[in-house]
């Protein structure tokens, strides 16, 4: 494992590094190949600008990648969808814009849009539009109960491998460290979606933390909250909010 991040760095990663077929965690992914064996990569608290790199695409063992905290402009790369392992992805507090399409995820999906990731955080950008549905409905491994979700990393033998997710709550940030497979959390806040929440969210069975603060949503709290016993945090502050709270 090599972690550069929370650095200034800048230009392309040494060729060897990536002729290193050993080599499962990288945190400055340039330069990669079609053969890319990478499972992690941290890109995170950087001063990286400029657009998202589509040969990450070319990463298909890619369980983690985190881009938070760099200066990213790019639209939503929908190609990411496509990584079959992801578990982990981060872009928080970046430069996106623009609407993530419905009608984008399911042309360039294939009904199979993120199948296996657990953790989704697009807060801090500047993402508009409603908030998508149908990526929410691609969210398999948040559908099922913890325990299956588990065991199935149990056997994949990385449920035991360790991730910090920084969860921002009415203002003031905290880590979270936990074991991928045990945790499901999103965060859409601070962006500038609008509309009513998607019904979809309320089959995430497993969801433990639901973030989308600081947007424009309107209309009431989902009835289908009520049912996600897992939940730990939800937070839909500083939106439009009206109706009864759900029992």
Known sequence: MLDLSYNNLSGTVPPCLLEDTELEVLPLPQNISQACRLKTINLSENVINGSLP??????????????????????????LGNLENLRVLVLRSNMFYGKISDVEITTKGNDSFFPMLKVLDL????????????????????????????????????????????????????????????FSYIDMSNNEYWGRIPEEIGQLKSLDVLNLSHNTLIGPILQEFANLQQFQLLDLSSNQISGHIPQ
């Open 123 to 182: 807060s801090s950008n500047h993402f508009s539009g409603t908030l998508p549905k149908t990526i929410f409905v691609n969210l398999k491994a948040m559908m099922g109960a913890t325990n299956t979700s588990s065991l199935y990393y149990f056997q994949m033998n990385i449920s035991y491998i360790p991730y910090v997710a920084s969860v921002t709550y009415k203002g003031m940030s905290f880590d979270l460290i936990y074991s991928l497979g045990m």
């Open 54 to 79: 589509n040969l990450l695409m070319y990463c298909n063992s890619l369980e983690i990648l985190d881009l938070g905290n760099n200066r990213i402009v790019n639209r939503f790369p929908y190609w």
